[in-house]
């Protein structure tokens, strides 16, 4: 039986321990805000990139697109976007245990996060390359590992699609692995708000049809088109990156609140055996007292 030195040693330790899961919640929760803000000020982007894309299409016509082609090849480039640190719970053993699933004999891995690249690296599996993203991200630095796989995809006419392994905010305690095809872009779909635009859902956009027939192309309808679809893949992967990193503070700020939930409990269970143990020890003292004043009568 542990001694009330003991007990109280432990006490002190889990009240530490409870002090830095309350400062972590904290941070996470601030973290989380200005995420689930950013991904929110996208949407009024994506949803008129999206309406361009549709009107630009309907004025090219029936003339194909490199980015639109289906293809029949069988290498795939899987985008895995995951967290850096830890302390998350289930967020990136959940994603990563999905992408295996999904994944072929042929397809190749690129990492946004160190614990997708330490767990594919771990795995053996085939990495091609690994990109740190910085914390609030910037769509500078999304840009450059979207046009690193866009290159990739149209240089090598093998690689049949090319898709991305994130997690979706859904509320602060529903995150939600998701994979989505980034390329080819499907022309069907073309100029669809996609359902991880807009964190947390909310108010469903406008529809994509919108008239521009006002407008003038410079110089031609296809050269914008041409320019605007390389545009609409970078934005959205950098939506996609902006859900995951929502959903990894949400994650954490929910964790790190279970374990200060935690450690109060057992600070409280604590406590209470320390002072059954005190007052067990007063009473054999009490006791030895008075056997000893009996004995002497």
């Not at 949803?47 to 894309?53: E, F, P, S």
């Not at 719970?89 to 891995?109: E, P, V």
């Not at 027939?213 to 050269?223: C, D, H, L, R």
Request: charged share 25%; net charge positive; proline share 3%.
């Amino acid at each position: 039986m542990p001694s009330t030195r003991d007990i109280r040693r432990r006490i002190k330790s889990v009240k530490s321990t409870a002090q830095i899961t309350k400062a972590m919640q904290l941070v996470a929760a601030s973290k989380m805000k200005k995420a689930q803000d950013q991904a929110i000020a996208g949407r009024h982007y994506s949803n008129l990139i999206n309406k361009v894309l549709v009107n630009l299409k309907e004025k090219v016509g029936d003339e194909s697109h490199n980015l639109l082609e289906e293809r029949t090849g069988d290498k795939e480039i899987l985008l895995l976007v995951t967290t850096d640190k830890g302390l998350c719970g289930g967020l990136n053993t959940n994603l990563i245990r999905k992408a295996l699933d999904s994944a072929g004999a042929n397809t190749t891995f690129v990492t946004v996060g160190r614990k997708g690249c330490q767990s594919i690296g771990r795995l053996k599996k085939d990495l091609l390359a690994d990109f740190p993203v910085a914390d609030p991200a910037s769509f500078a630095q999304c840009k450059t590992v979207s046009k690193f796989v866009l290159d990739k995809f149209l240089e090598d006419p093998e690689i049949g699609r090319v898709r991305v392994a994130f997690t979706n905010f859904i509320t602060t305690l529903t995150q939600t692995p998701t994979i989505e095809t980034l390329l080819p872009i499907n022309p069907m779909t073309l100029g669809r708000v996609m359902d991880f635009e807009g964190v947390g859902g909310g108010d469903k956009p406008e529809s994509a049809q919108e008239d521009f027939t006002g407008y003038e192309f410079e110089p031609n309808a296809s050269s914008v088109f041409d320019s605007v679809l390389p545009q609409y893949v970078n934005n959205q992967f950098y939506q996609m990156l902006l859900e995951s990193r929502a959903s990894e503070h949400s994650a954490r700020m929910v964790a790190m609140k279970s374990a200060t939930d935690n450690a109060k409990q057992l600070i409280k269970d604590l406590t209470l055996e320390y002072n059954k143990l005190r007052q067990a020890s007063i009473t054999n003292e009490l006791l030895e007292i008075t056997t000893a004043m009996k004995a002497l009568e």
